[in-house]
């Protein structure tokens, strides 16, 4: 922005997201230059200071606090819906369980003697056994209602309801975090080897290469889910070795497999804000998530990393995060060498191991709003929920598929990768049909040449095409100034 220029409030109070609509609203840039020459001239509010709020401030986000994700694509109740797989159809006796949601209930029912496991042993809670006996039988027999009456319960059941219901119960008998222990165990191996795991990164010279050994590490470390009934056993006798994941990952091509493309769009180093929903704790967060997003850091690009307000199974919390990270930065604040001034947390207000992205906390709805990526990673946020979600900006949906029944569904492997990736076209407007309109606007009213400065902000221009607009900066300047002597 140009220096002492004083921005109207009635623009640059919008987030990116109305400028956007904004601009789909007025058909190009005439009416929006239009608006603007009208507040330059008549108003004189400076642009406000948002701020977030303090991250140290962690408190359950209440309904009203919850908004929609600002990158969705509109309208969002036409475009979006959260859960992947449709468990019924509109067709379907509304008073009848459909085989997909008698799979999926008998799924959830598997996962119950694992989830009691954990709660018996929870130190926080007085007659922890008790209360966990009193967990399964409560949730087992809401999942048996479902199976009399799919409408009970809030019904029919989708992978978000039946996430919910489970949460609930464990916190209505005081089951706060029954995975806290083997997360902080998992939390202290993975950093012990973040060291080791990075400097194997970065030894790779090739770019594409190592790249796409990040997006393996990725995946390795989302193996670490707790969630799935088959990996909780396979933890709990044998522990997992994030390097021998990496090692013993499904051969390409995956069932969904965009890493070309997006290595393609990596090379050009355009992202300059990346929105990251994390997933799980250890390996998952620290060996998996952290490296890729300091690697976007060495890029210049900004990084928002969005966590669970509440813990959910072992999904790493907002506040979990901030320790971890602490715990990873040198005595200069850095990653391994990497400045971290461009790294943000953010609080996502979710409190399940899905998401539905209608309904996240103001806070990270601020930060997002300008991002030109968004990363959805694990296997409850990236497939189960919003593997067919729409942005309007690229999008990475990236985890493993851990449950048969998800395999079945996209028609792939059990422990298969997705890795989908879509990119969405830029709307920068032909510099000729700027020019021309600019130029006609400014014919009645004499205007500065910071106008085009703010067209360039309001339109949120590529810094690569600026260059390109010097002769329309030089127009407008001496027009303005042939026409008012006070801007010479």
Wanted: hydrophobic content about 40%; overall charge negative; charged content about 25%.
């Amino acid at each position: 922005m140009v220096k002492g220029c004083k921005l109207p409030l009635s623009i640059f109070g919008l987030s990116s997201v109305e400028r956007h609509k904004l601009i789909e609203k007025s058909h190009g840039v005439l009416e929006i230059a239009g608006w603007l020459l009208i507040s330059l001239l008549n108003e004189s509010n400076a642009c406000p200071s948002h701020k977030p709020s303090e991250y140290g401030e962690r408190s359950m986000e209440s309904e009203s606090e919850m908004v929609a994700f600002p990158l969705l694509l509109t309208p969002i109740e036409s475009n979006y819906r959260a859960c992947t797989i449709p468990y019924r159809f509109p067709s379907d006796n509304p008073k009848k369980p459909t085989p997909t949601e008698l799979q999926w209930i008998d799924l959830f029912l598997n996962s119950i003697p694992s989830f009691k496991k954990r709660a018996e042993s929870d130190p926080t809670v007085p007659d922890a056994p008790v209360r966990a006996e009193k967990f399964a039988q409560r949730y087992g027999d809401v999942l048996e209602d479902f199976k009399k009456d799919p409408e009970s319960h809030g019904g029919p059941p989708d992978c978000v309801l039946l996430c919910r219901l489970r949460e609930i119960i464990l916190r209505e008998l005081g089951f706060i975090d029954i995975f806290k222990k083997v997360k902080d165990e998992e939390n202290a191996k993975a950093i012990s080897l973040f060291k080791d795991v990075v400097q194997l990164n970065d030894a790779i010279e090739d770019e594409p290469k190592r790249l796409e050994n990040l997006v393996r590490g990725i995946f390795a470390g989302n193996i670490f889910d707790l969630g799935s009934a088959e990996l909780a056993e396979v933890f709990s006798k044998d522990g997992m070795s994030f390097l021998a994941s990496c090692q013993n990952l499904v051969p390409r091509p995956w069932v969904i497999d965009d890493l070309d493309a997006f290595k393609v769009k990596w090379s050009k180093k355009s992202w300059k804000k990346v929105v990251i929903f994390v997933d799980n704790s250890g390996a998952d967060i620290i060996l998996g998530i952290l490296p890729f997003a300091r690697e976007l850091l060495r890029h210049g690009t900004q990084v928002v990393l969005a966590a669970n307000d509440m813990p959910s199974i072992n999904d790493v919390t907002y506040t979990e995060l901030i320790e971890i990270i602490a715990k990873l930065k040198d005595e200069n604040g850095q990653l391994m060498g990497v400045n971290t001034s461009n790294l943000l947390i953010a609080n996502s207000g979710n409190d399940l191991p899905v998401i539905d992205l209608t309904r996240v906390s103001q806070v990270l709805a601020y930060l997002a709003s300008d991002a030109d990526l968004v990363v959805l990673e694990g296997m409850g946020r990236g497939i189960e929920t919003n593997l067919y979600a729409q942005f309007k900006c690229d999008s990475l949906k990236i985890g493993m598929v851990k449950h048969p029944e998800v395999a079945q569904f996209l028609g792939g492997r059990l422990y298969d990768c997705v890795f989908k990736y879509n990119e969405v076209e830029s709307k920068v407007l032909p510099l000729e049909l700027l020019m021309a309109q600019v130029c006609k606007l400014i014919q009645p009213k004499p205007v500065a040449s910071n106008l085009l400065v703010s067209v360039v902000n309001v339109l949120q221009v590529d810094s690569e095409h600026l260059e390109p607009m010097q002769p329309l900066i030089e127009t407008i300047g001496s027009l303005s100034m042939s026409r008012n002597p006070q801007f010479k």
